[in-house]
């Protein structure tokens, strides 16, 4: 069973909508990276059933992002983030330039400020 590192991500915004023995065989293939023996051993139940119960999981996450789109969004509000902390850095820069006003290098590094707090809240 290869892994979909996708699903770990998954997990933190979908986990809460599984059964708490599912989202516990995922966390620990994924993210505490056991093996399905080592899952199996550990809850007292077969390898299969290891393995049906996480493919259950994954199934219903996916399903899930698909239908709601959380992870996708995070995502993308996350590179959004980074792309306009870097524009304002180069706002930034241009504004060291005689002539430029002061308001110009004010707001940039503001700018800077907000985007590196929405990042810190994630």
């Known amino acids: 069973m290869g892994k979909n ?3 770990s991500l998954l997990l933190d915004f979908y986990g809460e909508m599984l059964t708490d ?7 620990y293939y994924y ?15 077969t390898r299969q059933g290891v393995r049906d119960s996480i ?12 239908r709601l789109g959380l ?12 792309e306009i902390y870097a524009l304002a850095q180069t706002i930034r820069q241009y504004s060291a330039f005689p002539g430029c006003p002061s ?18 809240a994630d």
């Not at 992870?71 to 980074?82: G, H, L, T, V």
């Open 21 to 27: 023995k599912q989202r516990d065989m995922v966390d």
């Open 31 to 45: 993210n505490d990276d056991l093996s399905l023996s080592e899952i199996a051993e550990n809850e007292g139940i």
């Open 5 to 7: 590192l996708e699903i």
């Open 71 to 82: 992870a996708r969004r995070f995502r993308k509000i996350n590179a959004d983030i980074e």
């Open 103 to 120: 308001e110009v290098s004010d707001s940039a590094a503001r700018i800077m400020m907000l985007a590196s707090m929405l990042e810190k």
């Open 55 to 66: 493919k259950r999981a994954e199934a219903q996450m996916l399903e899930m992002e698909e």
